[in-house]
């Protein structure tokens, strides 16, 4: 994984080091770059036109209604080079991290020549080690607890123990009871509350280990085994007999692999425990063992975070792409109404179909100056003025409105214009007056429906709200009847 994560970030910084200087000018003058992209859109230039390129042009439609009287190629490419050096930066930063957490995990090894495991001094306590054992084509991970260098053994410590009913109540372990022996039994060797020490013996080492590993692999049927813990209090000593029946056991490989290993490590514990470094098995029941610390940190998560990151740019874009369309369209139905009373009014008054054009759009143009929202349609009568003015046809671009806008409303009312224009004022009059009619229903049916879908939104806040009351109500109740 570290290797992945080096590769992939020489690939990344070797990239933005050689096309750090691809039309940077243009770039800069194109999207003002600023801060740290001015050194991620010249590299991410590049990826877009080697794997986006394609991939974007079907989406130009959506910036060419998004964005009319704005240049949409610049636009989409603008924003497809900020979210590539979004995923740059992330990838460059996980890799990173990666990359350090490895090398401060180095810096804190516990396994010296893949066997050896430095034990601390006298007095400095045991310690964990995190270890992976591959046998064959097994891996286990193996929790390792290496003590302290002990003193020789005539001045060793006693192993320390406990009474009678702590040793009842716990030495069973992980087992149903001591009825039913399966796992391995719990040989403590203190009572911290009574400072005693304990001592294990069984009646039967090849059924039940001195470390309490049960040995039950081969067994046929339950056998009885005495269990002693010869148990000593200063000058006082004792011993505890306790009778446990082990039972058979089906194990798979992976669990004998488990206790095999367990088994030759607390042998190699006992065998090293005077030595400055516990030699760790390299065989196990005739398999070659090798072994490898497991890090502390997990940069396989660290790396799925990243690309969860990276995936999720791309889909907000996309997602946040088709909320806008959406919420065009639902401007542009909601901008009809006033749309045809304008030039419905202008007409009126004796103005051409394209005097009113340009005066709506004069007006709109002051709004913006003054402060104003941003408008589709009126963004959408911009452009078709654009048209007329390169030498399109009053009809021509009136159609291309029409059909831009995508709705029946505004290519009926276009089609009353291109009439006009073709035909002359005959019968426009009627034809305007239905079209501010119609227009009147539209408005009335849009202010309907956004009443209903509000009252829709406010439906779970009064649910919520419902159950607030409900608890008030209640709870005190029940508590005043004791319940």
């Avoid at 502390?296 to 369309?325: C, H, K, Q, T, W």
Wanted: charged share 25%; aromatic share 8%.
């Amino acid at each position: 994984m570290v290797y992945v994560s080096v590769i992939v970030l020489v690939v990344c910084v070797g990239w933005i080091a050689v096309c750090s200087c691809c039309q940077r000018k243009k770039l800069r003058e194109l999207y003002h770059m600023r801060g740290i992209y001015r050194i991620l859109y010249p590299p991410s230039l590049m990826i877009y036109r080697l794997l986006f390129k394609k991939k974007a042009s079907k989406r130009r439609d959506i910036f060419l209604k998004l964005y009319p009287a704005e240049d949409s190629e610049k636009l989409l490419e603008e924003r497809y080079l900020k979210n590539i050096s979004h995923a740059l930066l992330i990838l460059i930063t996980v890799n990173t991290a990666v990359l350090a957490l490895y090398i401060g995990d180095s810096g804190s090894r516990q396994l010296t020549d893949a066997l050896y495991i430095e034990r601390q001094g006298q007095g400095e306590g045991s310690k964990t080690v995190d270890l992976t054992a591959q046998a064959g084509d097994i891996r286990e991970d193996v929790c390792v607890v290496v003590g302290e260098k002990r003193l020789p053994e005539e001045q060793m410590e006693t192993l320390k123990a406990q009474c009678q009913s702590y040793i009842l109540e716990h030495v069973a372990g992980e087992n149903e009871s001591l009825e039913h022996v399966t796992r391995k039994l719990d040989f403590f060797s203190e009572i911290p509350q009574y400072s005693v020490q304990v001592r294990w013996e069984a009646s039967d080492y090849l059924i039940v280990g001195m470390d309490g590993t049960v040995k039950n692999e081969e067994l046929e049927k339950r056998v009885p085994v005495q269990i002693t813990a010869f148990c000593s209090y200063f000058d006082m000593s004792w011993a505890c007999e306790v009778d446990i029946v082990v039972e058979p056991a089906v194990q798979d490989a992976q669990t004998q692999l488990k206790l095999a290993l367990d088994e030759a490590l607390a042998s190699q514990e006992q065998l090293t425990a005077g030595d400055d470094y516990m030699k760790l098995p390299d065989r196990v029941e005739g398999v070659p063992v090798s072994w490898s610390e497991r890090p502390d940190s997990s940069p396989e998560i660290l790396l799925g975070l990243g690309g969860m990151v990276i995936a999720l740019i791309f889909a907000r874009e996309n997602e946040r792409a088709a909320r806008a369309l959406k919420g065009r369209n639902a401007q542009l139905f909601a901008d009809y109404p006033v749309f045809v009373h304008k030039v419905v009014l202008l007409l009126g008054t004796g103005m051409t179909s394209k005097a009113a054009w340009f005066r709506i759009i004069s007006d709109y143009h002051r709004n913006l100056r003054e402060g104003g929202e941003k408008r589709f349609v009126y963004e959408e009568m911009i452009v078709a003025a654009n048209e007329m003015k390169q030498g399109i046809t009053e009809a021509e671009a009136y159609d291309h409105f029409g059909h831009r806008c995508g709705t029946s409303q505004y290519l009926k009312f276009c089609s009353i214009l291109i009439q006009s224009v073709k035909t002359g004022a005959g019968g426009m009059g009627r034809m305007l007056a239905e079209a501010g009619e119609e227009a009147v229903i539209v408005r009335r049916e849009n202010a309907k429906r956004v009443g209903e879908e509000a009252g829709t939104k406010l439906l779970f806040p009064m649910i919520v709200l419902l159950g607030v009351v409900m608890f008030i109500v209640i709870v005190p109740a029940f508590m005043s009847m004791g319940l």
